[in-house]
């Protein structure tokens, strides 16, 4: 149990603290604020007014991604050499062809009911399964060749020309090999 004198003492200086706060002189504090009201009003600056936010076309999504390795000028007198390529337009496109080529991931193969499958993941984590004759990449890339390591890629690109278009080779191999 707590003694007498204990809590009469702890009483006293709670009193003491607090007598400082007893006092009534706030001359000072009146004539600061008296010195703040004197002052004229200031005038608030209107709200900003936005513009409407303006869409912007983006052209050059058939070009070379200028991140990409250019295509080396022998390789593409060689390639036109063998062949005519054009790009299938009227084809429909395919779910992975919405994303960069350099962004697909293989994680894994699967086969059932005696049919290859390759696992592509995306990258917004969706696994897809694709196979020989699917279409992947933003190049019109059409996967000509599986195994359980690495998915070989066929693509079409620009060659810079107005019409010109060169056959590009590219593989995915599997993550973490």
Same mark, same amino acid.
């Given at each position: 149990?707590? +003694?007498?004198?204990?809590?009469? $003492?702890? %009483? %006293? $200086? +709670? $009193? &003491?603290?607090? +007598?400082?706060? !007893?006092?009534?002189? *706030?001359?000072?504090?009146? &004539? *600061?604020? !008296? +010195?703040?009201?004197?002052r004229p009003g200031g005038v608030i600056a209107p709200i900003p007014t936005f513009k409407a936010y303006e869409a912007f076309s983006y052209s050059a999504t058939t070009l070379r991604s200028p991140f990409d390795r250019p295509v080396e000028v022998r390789e593409i007198t060689q390639l036109q050499a063998i062949s005519a390529i054009k790009p299938d337009e009227s084809r429909a496109k395919e779910f992975l062809e919405q994303y960069t080529f350099d962004s697909l991931r293989m994680v894994g193969t699967l086969e059932r009911d005696g049919n290859n499958w390759t696992l592509i993941k995306d990258p917004d984590g969706g696994v897809h399964r694709v196979t020989i004759g699917n279409y992947l990449g933003r190049h019109h890339g059409k996967i000509v060749e599986m195994t359980d390591t690495y998915l070989a890629v066929i693509e079409i690109v620009s060659d810079g020309t107005e019409d010109g278009w060169v056959e590009r080779p590219r593989t995915i191999k599997l993550s973490g090999v």
């Open positions: 149990m707590t +003694s007498l004198p204990r809590i009469f $003492a702890v %009483v %006293v $200086a +709670s $009193a &003491a603290l607090l +007598s400082g706060c !007893a006092g009534r002189d *706030f001359s000072d504090l009146d &004539a *600061f604020m !008296a +010195s703040k009201r004197d």
